[in-house]
């Protein structure tokens, strides 16, 4: 087993390169680039998978660099899939539940209409179904609220400013579930050779404003000096971004289930918070 991971030098990469060999790359190889890609893959391979985590993920900042979202969110993983059509190579693509923006709150299976709200959101559906037009035998993996491990993400901001505030405002109209990314990179290694489409994150549906009341909790239990003493609970109107935000994207994972147990978001918090005690 050979395995390209490209996006290796972003969150959920490095995370799951600690876990695995492969061959890392970051910006230095343009997917979207098939004469870069055919080239790359001649002169390292042969690849056996390849695991695409490159992805242009910074929600307000893609406003307004729709061409570059859409470069490296729908050309690449479409260039990646016909190359791995070609040399034969397994690929799973990773993805997102901000391709959904449902009105009615029911868990969304992997046949659910996407409804993006955002450049983000629309890049990224326009990279799976780029991909899967030109290699359906490829597995797409969508997750949402990714956190863990150090890096740019909601939980490490959260824990500092429940330390360094008296007083934050959450959302409680935005509803979908916590992935840890530890996790994340399990499920992507039991998804080698896998094809299809399948939904992943941590156990329990919530918002920021509910998963903050659980993880100050969690961290008072295990000794951090917390000094917010409030927390209060806003509708995402107050808040005003670039971009907008999907109000429900809680994903179903009945079907991956069916392969492996998943740990509620609560167990994942009080490892996390462990780990930054060591």
């Known amino acids: 087993m050979k395995i390209w991971v490209p ?3 972003g969150f959920v990469g490095k995370v799951l390169c600690s876990k695995i060999d492969a061959v890392e790359t970051g910006s230095e190889v343009d997917i979207a680039d098939s004469e870069v890609v055919r080239d790359f893959i001649e002169e390292k391979g042969p690849f056996t998978h390849i695991v695409n985590c490159a992805a242009l993920s910074e929600v307000d900042p893609a406003e307004s660099a729709v061409e570059k979202a859409f470069r490296i969110n729908a050309a690449g993983p479409e260039t990646l899939g016909k190359l791995a059509q070609e040399k034969k190579i397994s690929l799973l693509h990773l993805s997102t539940d901000y391709i959904f923006n449902a009105n009615e709150k029911m868990p969304l299976t992997e046949e659910a209409l996407p409804n993006p709200c955002n450049v983000y959101g629309k890049s990224k559906w326009e990279g799976e179904k780029r991909l899967m037009a030109i290699n359906p035998n490829a597995c797409i993996l969508r997750t949402s609220w990714i956190f863990g491990a150090e890096g740019k993400n909601f939980v490490a901001k959260l824990l500092f400013l429940l330390q360094s505030q008296d007083e934050l405002k959450l959302v409680f109209d935005q509803i979908s579930r916590p992935t840890y990314v530890f996790d994340l990179a399990d499920v992507i290694i039991k998804l080698l050779g896998v094809n299809g489409v399948f939904h992943f994150a941590n156990q329990e549906a919530t918002n920021k404003y509910e998963f903050c009341l659980a993880f100050k909790e969690i961290a008072e239990s295990q000794g951090f000096k917390i000094r917010c003493k409030r927390i209060i609970p806003v509708a995402s109107s107050e808040f005003s971004s ?12 009945d079907k991956i289930e069916k392969l492996l147990p998943i740990r509620s978001w609560k167990e994942c918090i009080r490892e996390y918070l462990h780990a930054k005690t060591r």
């Open 242 to 253: 670039p971009a907008k935000r999907p109000l429900y994207s809680a994903l179903n994972t």
């Open 7 to 9: 996006g290796a030098t």
